[in-house]
Nanobody, 124 residues
């Protein structure tokens, strides 16, 4: 229940692109707000982006605004994070969570637990 699986990470050169996938099992994602988080080595986990339950509102951390896009594919029960113009400082393990509200780009009132995440490495 409330199991989310992240995928799509990898190694990419600076300026490159990746699309991350957040898939749900046991529940329907469009009943919840969904947030993406990341944790870089030696740093605390931080919010990156959040999409409202309706999908009509999206929010981004300042450093990714204009480069990342969060979107929902309700028929497939997926949430995506499209990442363009990647920078070395975007290197981190990326996680998704389902919850009840976006307070800006951070998802609050989260359900379930952290998953395994997906590693994104931006390096030449």
């Amino acid at each position: 229940q409330f199991q989310l699986v992240e995928s799509g990470g990898g190694l990419v050169q600076p300026g490159g692109s990746l699309r991350l996938f957040c898939s749900a099992s046991g529940f329907t994602l469009d009943h919840y707000a969904v947030g993406w988080f990341r944790q870089a080595p030696g740093k605390e986990r931080e919010g990156v982006s959040c999409i409202s339950r309706s999908g009509s509102l999206t929010f981004y951390k300042d450093s990714v605004e204009g480069r990342f896009t969060i979107s929902a594919d309700n028929p497939k029960n997926l949430v995506y994070l499209e990442m363009n113009s990647l920078r070395p400082e975007d290197t981190a393990v990326y996680y998704c969570r389902a919850g009840h509200r976006c307070a800006g780009f951070v998802l609050y009132d989260r359900e379930g637990d952290w998953g395994q995440g997906t590693q994104v490495t931006v390096s030449s």
